[in-house]
């Protein structure tokens, strides 16, 4: 058997695709969450993918690297969100 890493929000879609691998291509699922800064409950996220069945559940904090090599790039180009 082989892994794959899916990248892993914790909505339904994502859920049901963890099992849906492993059903479809005998393959370990290994989620990955980035936290970019949004107010979510990423420990609760990452218990829902290993109770699903994910092999581990990682969250990688990418805050910082979101900020310099996004957010502030459309800030200086005259980006407006509303």
């Known amino acids: 058997m082989g892994t ?6 914790g909505g339904l879609d994502t859920s049901v695709a963890i099992r849906w691998i492993q059903e479809h291509y005998d393959l370990d699922v290994i989620t990955l969450t980035i936290d970019v800064g949004n107010a979510r409950d ?6 829902r993918a290993e109770q699903i069945g994910a ?3 990682l969250v990688v904090d990418g805050r910082a690297d979101f900020v310099r090599y996004f957010v502030w790039p459309a800030l200086q180009s005259g980006a407006i969100y509303e």
């Open 42 to 47: 990423l420990p609760a996220i990452a218990a």
């Open 4 to 9: 794959v890493v899916l990248a892993y929000s």
């Open 55 to 57: 092999l581990k559940a």
